[in-house]
Structure formats: C-alpha cells, structure tokens
C-alpha cells in the first residue's frame, strides 16, 4: 500500500517499508530504487559518526490530519547494534509545500543522536531528461549557480581520503553563515525543485548536495543536515524542512523563501544616509604586525580621496592601541596614532564636511593574549565536541616569511550565548559612539562559522545549534544604542541577521566577478539590504569586470588598496577614474539604484556575455543595467529601446 501526498504539481509517496517516490506528471522525475528518508549519526564517544539508514529498518507508516508519520521504535547503526532511541518522521502537508521534522526519543545511556540527514532524496533524474542541463543553486554568499552538478559536484569536491567519499561525493554549505539563507535547490527542465530549512530560531544546519562515486551509476543526493544533539533522556523536534517543485525558474523558490521570511523579517528603519551610501574607503590605521599606515590626523586626507570620486563613507580598521587583529575585544585609543582627542577631531572633521565614518570593533574574537581572555574569554568562547575552543589563527605579515609561513595571531570565537559577551559588544557599542561616529561596525558578528557550541554553561545548554537566536538579542541590543541617524554595520550577509543592521561589508561569493556567482538569489529575495562588493584591492586586469559587475547588481563599493594598506585611491588613478564614473552615472539614477528595489520580473534576451540588473523605481519606471563583458562594442535592446555599448562599459536604459 502506498501513501500518497499531493503537492502542487508533484506527488511523494511513502510504501509500507517507508521507502519513498516522487513524481510529477510530464516529466522523468524519480528518485533512485534505493532511496531513503532519513540519515541518522550517532555518537557513543568512540564511533563518533555511527551511520543510521532509514532504508535499514522497517518504520511503521501512518496517515495524519496534517500528512504522514512514519514511526521507528528502535534505530539500528551500520555496524549491526541496536539502540533504544525512538524517532518518528513527519510529512505535513501545508501551504508552503510538503514540511519534514522528526521527534528524537534518546532513550539509551551513552549514546548522543548528532545530526539527521531529513528529508534525504535521491534522485535518479529530475524534470530535464537532458540532466547536464540541470543547475544547482546553493545561497553560498550572495548566491552560487553550478552548472551540471550530476558531474560537477564528483569532480570538484572528492577529498580523496578526508570523507567517506566511497558512499558519496558532498557539497555542503553551512547556515547561518557563509550561507546567506536556508534555501536552495535544482533549475531542472523548466521547474525549479526547492528545498528550505524554515525555522524560526535559525539553528545551524548544512545543506548538502551529493553524487555518487567515482564509476558509479550517476545519482544526485539533496538533503538537509540538522543538529540537535540529542542526550540520553531527553526528546527533541528538529527539522522543518520545506520541499516543494514550481513550474518556473528559481524565482519561484526565492518567493516561497520570502514569503516565509515575511513571517519574521522586519528590518529597522534605515537612515537616509545608508540609503544612499555609494560605498567606502577601508582603511587600516595600524597593521596586524605593528607598522603604522594611518595616523588619526591622515583619516582626513583619506576622506578627501573618497569625496573626490563620490565614495560617501571611510571605514576605518586598527584605530586602537594593539593593531589591528589584537588586543580584541580590549579597545582604546593609540597615543602612536594621535591620541583620543585626534581621532575624535579627525571624526568631527570628516562628518563637517559630509563624510560618514564607519568605526570598526570586533563582535566575536577573542585574542588569547588579553587578560579579558584570560580572565572571562575562556568560559565565554565556543568549544568544539572534545570541549576544546575552536581556535582560528591569522597570518598577516610584512615583507619577511616568518609570520607569513607559520602565523603569529591565535583567537578564539566568543559564543553569542552567553551574558558577559552581551556586555562586552555593549561596552565596545558605547566606547565608539563617544567619538561620534555615524556607525558602529562590527566585524563578523553578523555572519561567522556557525560553529556548533558544546558549552553547555552557556545559554544554549545542550542544544549545540542554536547560537543564532541569541546573536539576534545581541544585535538588537546594540540597535538599541544608537541614535536616529546613526546605524550598525557588520561584515558578512545573513537574512536571520539582516533586520537589526543597516548594511553589509560583502563577503564570500557573489560579492565578486566569478563564472559562477550569482547574487541574484540573495539580491531578489531581500532587495532591502545594503550590501557591499568585496576583494578588488588594486588596478589588476580585471578591475574593470569586478567593478561593473558591482554596478549592475546595485552592490555598494568596498575600496580596499592593498587589503586596507598605505595607498589611498587617489595614488591609482585608473582605479579612481573608473570608479568616479560609475558613481557618478548610479548618482545619475539615483532613484532607481539607492531609493529603487532590485527586482528581476522578467527574462530579457540578451547578447551572450551581457549581464543586468534590474532596478524598480517609486514611480513605476524601470532601469535595466547592462554590462558588456565582451572585446567587441554590442547592440543591447531592450523592449524596443536600443543603445550601443561599449567594451567593458555598462548602461542604464529606462523603460
């Protein structure tokens, strides 16, 4: 007997053994003959990654008022043991599309339940017959789009001996961060399968795309890792999963995100300023290995170079006692560099004469040379599964290998979780808001390796994976400090994050010009956001690709000579010059590029190599951003509009 659920245009079917089929009318979509549900890891101290398959044992199925359950009174492990854990598997029909959680009953002593791999699918074919047509879209970033990932994924991501990679080949992106959402999924044969993690506390979770081993029949794997963790004596839901398959492209999948989002996304006002903000100057004062790049009094100086080209703000890096990357989260003022009552002139000087000044801190290293890391950063930092820290080391260096080849910086991360680090953003918050910048910025906090944290002091207790719902209360509170025309930065971009910030320092792929970023997924499904480009640092051969590529897709523009080092704009002219024009024709349109929403409503047909964005102004008008990334000049024409474009030049064409 099978048990059916309907979902839109697609069907997922449970038999007695509780093996799964999917399948759609009109197309080859099916799953693989040996297709599970579920994965389970179990961990007993030794084996620390005990796999449970689903297809191993025989669940109990049953219909429910909201879908289906299916119902394991004992797991078995690959290695024969059986454990007295309970779990039941649940497929609720809703709204959205087809949502799978699990309740985990752990009802055997020494035996922790880690991760569940729920819902895993895996599909021997999707909508497109052709299955080298089909594209994976993963929210790694702004946003990634792999072409043919039946053979990509094989190809790229082999560890050769690190996995278990003769079971499978895995792409995983981890969530929140350097995921930027919890969605993604397969533009498959005109339909878009899309997979989501809907959870409101934003607990950690991995997405995974997998294939199958070299000289094997090819298979494509999605699933959904989760977290919970499970103890002895304890029950624990986990999951909400959202599957789903749209007629359409991966549009459909970025509304359905959005729509979910819209049950939780309410972004503080942001203020005018931010709203036009065209982009920065990133400055580092004092450099990790102690060489002095910037006094106070030369901010001024590295303002000047900005206004020249239209950059609006100057984010300023290693302006405290202890250079940059030390000392965190210890901050005061540098007597080198000019003293407290300098660089708060050198602030009022800049803001005087229209400038905005975005003053950086730290939101979640902790240096292991401070006392506070002696004193409070050791019960305050994540620690790992063994209870160790997780420990990141920097290798920042001058002209000599020494601190190059073997590092010199070890810190630590602090978990959000947890009071005294609550305390300590809010001191740094309040210490940089008496120099009255117009931001307080705080690095990495809204978006670093989500760590699972197995302090069970913490706030989180045993629950590894839910940092996040406190980095919000966090955020929060520092929103909560400022004054109406003032706003919090950070680096990275996190939708669970982006309602208590009022921009972004862009990181990770999307930020920049790749054959496979895609920042569209991110850009359609929070238009809302500031975001930054990211990793131009001089006039290399492509400064123009990366710099038009910033202009089309509405990015701020990140200006980091040399990482953040001696030169300013002005001493690299062509860079100057490019980007002063560029800015000067977004200004031109201001209303579609800083008061408009990027939002792409259809698919023009363009020449190969011609990407755009499309920006939607107030008033109902459109602009579409052309760039020509090609050696020749191209005819664009776009509902009967035409222009000549230039090699490497972009152009706006209002409609």
Not at 192 to 205: K, P, Q, W
Not at 209 to 237: F, I, K, W
Not at 615 to 634: E, L, M, Y
Request: charged fraction near 25%; glycine fraction near 8%; charge should be negative.
């Amino acid at each position: 007997m099978n048990h059916c659920l309907t979902c839109g245009i697609f069907t997922f079917s449970l038999d007695d053994n509780s093996r799964p089929e999917m399948r759609c009318d009109g197309t080859p979509l099916r799953l693989t003959a040996d297709s599970e549900l579920f994965r389970v890891f179990l961990d007993d101290g030794v084996y620390r990654e005990l796999t449970v398959h689903s297809r191993d044992m025989h669940g109990s199925v049953c219909e429910t008022e909201t879908g289906l359950a299916v119902h394991y009174e004992q797991l078995i492990g690959d290695d024969g043991r059986v454990f007295d854990i309970g779990l039941t598997a649940y497929i609720d029909q809703t709204d959205t599309g087809l949502c799978f959680y699990a309740q985990i009953d752990n009802r055997h002593e020494g035996v922790r339940v880690n991760e569940i791999q729920y819902p895993y699918l895996s599909f021997d074919c999707l909508c497109d017959a052709d299955r080298m047509r089909d594209t994976l879209l993963m929210p790694m970033g702004l946003g990634r789009r792999i072409e043919n990932p039946w053979q990509a994924i094989r190809d790229r991501y082999h560890t050769e001996y690190m996995s278990a990679d003769y079971h499978q080949i895995t792409y995983s992106q981890t969530y929140p961060f350097p995921s930027s959402m919890a969605w993604f999924g397969v533009q498959t044969g005109g339909y878009f399968l899309y997979l989501g993690r809907h959870d409101e506390r934003f607990r950690v979770c991995v997405l995974n795309a997998q294939n199958t081993p070299r000289h094997c029949a090819d298979a494509l794997m999605l699933s959904v890792s989760h977290y919970p963790a499970v103890l002895a004596g304890e029950m624990v839901t986990c999951g909400k999963t959202v599957l789903n398959l749209f007629a359409g492209d991966w549009r459909k999948g970025s509304e359905c995100y959005r729509r979910w989002a819209d049950t939780w996304y309410t972004p503080y006002k942001r203020p005018d300023w931010v709203t036009h903000l065209s982009g920065w100057q990133r400055i580092i004062c004092k450099h990790q290995y102690g060489e002095i790049f910037f006094t106070y009094r030369d901010l001024v100086k590295a303002w000047r170079d900005c206004k020249a080209v239209g950059l609006t703000g100057l984010l300023v890096f290693g302006w405290w006692k202890g250079c940059f990357d030390n000392h965190y989260p210890e901050y005061e003022p540098d007597p080198a560099l000019g003293g407290e009552e300098e660089l708060r002139k050198a602030i009022r000087e800049i803001r005087e004469d229209g400038g905005r000044v975005l003053l950086y801190s730290q939101g979640v290293l902790i240096d292991t040379q401070t006392d506070y890391y002696r004193l409070k950063g050791k019960a305050v930092c994540r620690k790992d599964i063994d209870g160790n820290e997780y420990q990141e080391f920097y290798k920042f260096s001058n002209d000599g290998t020494l601190l190059n080849q073997f590092g010199y910086k070890t810190l630590v991360s602090a978990c959000q979780a947890t009071d005294e680090w609550q305390n300590r953003l809010v001191e740094s918050a309040k210490l940089k808001l008496n120099f009255d910048p117009d931001c307080i910025f705080f690095d990495q906090v809204g978006g670093h390796l989500p760590r699972p944290c197995f302090d069970t002091t913490h706030k989180h207790g045993n629950r590894i994976d839910d940092e996040a719902y406190y980095r919000c209360q966090n955020l929060d509170v520092l929103h909560g400090l400022i004054g109406e025309d003032q706003a919090v930065g950070t680096e990275n971009t996190v939708d669970c994050f982006s309602p208590y910030v009022q921009f972004h320092h862009g990181h990770e792929i999307g930020t920049w010009y790749e054959k496979e970023s895609f920042p569209q997924m991110f850009r359609q499904t929070f238009p809302e956001e500031v975001v930054s480009n990211r990793l131009l640092h001089d006039d290399r051969a492509d400064m123009r690709q990366q710099l038009n590529y910033a202009f089309i897709h509405g990015l701020r523009y990140d200006v980091s000579i040399y990482r953040g080092r001696k030169c300013l704009l002005g001493e690299i002219p062509a860079y100057a010059d490019a980007l002063k024009r560029l800015l000067a024709l977004r200004e031109q349109y201001k209303e579609f590029f800083y008061e408009g929403t990027y939002r792409l409503t259809e698919s023009f047909i363009l020449p190969a190599n011609c990407p755009y964005g499309e920006f939607h102004a107030k008033d109902g008008r459109v602009a579409i951003a052309v760039w020509n990334n090609n050696p020749i000049s191209q005819e664009i024409a776009v509902r009967g509009t035409s222009v000549l474009v230039k090699p490497q030049d972009v152009a706006v064409i209002v409609l």
